[in-house]
T-cell receptor, first 113, second 116 residues
Framework: QKEVEQNSGPLSVPEGAIASLNCTYSDRVSQSFFWYRQYSGKSPELIMS????GDKEDGRFTAQLNKASQYVSLLIRDSQPSDSATYLC?????????????FGAGTRLAVHP | DARVTQTPRHKVTEMGQEVTMRCQPILGHNTVFWYRQTMMQGLELLAYFRNRAPLDDSGMPKDRFSAEMPDATLATLKIQPSEPRDSAVYFCASGLVVAGWDTEAFFGQGTRLTVV
């Protein structure tokens, strides 16, 4: 079992819709979770971090964390063509005590006009 | 404008040659990660350092890869000898960990390596 699982997509949504991206992780005691966006040919860019159960909102982005179910999601409201990118979730497992940062394979999002 | 700086941005080399990639982390950050990204494998963690000490390099092929942090402003990743299967984009990222809690990691622009 991979440590981080994401649907590779592509997830296609119309402009203005809500895009919902999901991620499950394997380490039950992880405390730090992140969403990155990566445009083609560019480096990953941090867009959200979340540390506690529940929702965290930042502009059009909302991250949701459920530690009991071991999943984290990202909602993008009012999706724009400029949101078309690959979205990577990442977490820092506490196993080993070293807090390394592990990434999922990413979900490709396509927002069409 | 704080950013992670990687050099070179692109590198084409012949099989068997040594390749050195450099990373300057954001000033004040105490954690440095090296990742390799390919279409097939995604982002793979190769090694990471905290306060310049190597914590985990289990993701690296030990026989040919080495990672060091000679000082707080420079991290290096070396491949010797390089092979065509090493062709990938190599990213460095830095972050600040305080009291065991992770804060965000920020990526450099990457080194695109092609081994022919």
């Amino acid at each position: 079992q991979k440590e981080v699982e994401q649907n590779s997509g592509p997830l296609s949504v119309p402009e203005g819709a809500i895009a919902s991206l999901n991620c499950t992780y394997s380490d039950r005691v992880s405390q730090s979770f992140f969403w990155y966006r990566q445009y083609s040919g560019k480096s990953p860019e941090l867009i959200m971090s979340i540390y506690s159960n529940g929702d965290k909102e930042d502009g059009r982005f909302t991250a949701q964390l459920n530690k009991a179910s071991q999943y984290v999601s990202l909602l993008i409201r009012d999706s724009q063509p400029s949101d078309s990118a690959t979205y990577l979730c990442a977490f820092a497992p506490l196993s080993g005590g070293y807090n390394k940062l592990i990434f999922g394979a990413g979900t490709r999002l396509a927002v069409h006009p | 404008d704080a950013r992670v700086t990687q050099t070179p941005r692109h590198k084409v080399t012949e099989m068997g040659q040594e390749v050195t990639m450099r990373c300057q982390p954001i000033l004040g950050h105490n954690t440095v990660f090296w990742y390799r990204q390919t279409m097939m494998q995604g982002l793979e963690l190769l090694a990471y350092f905290r306060n310049r000490a190597p914590l985990d390099d289990s993701g690296m092929p030990k026989d040919r890869f080495s990672a060091e942090m000679p000082d707080a402003t420079l991290a290096t990743l070396k491949i010797q000898p390089s092979e065509p299967r090493d062709s990938a984009v190599y990213f460095c990222a830095s972050g600040l960990v305080v009291a065991g809690w992770d804060t965000e990691a920020f990526f450099g622009q990457g080194t695109r390596l092609t081994v022919v």
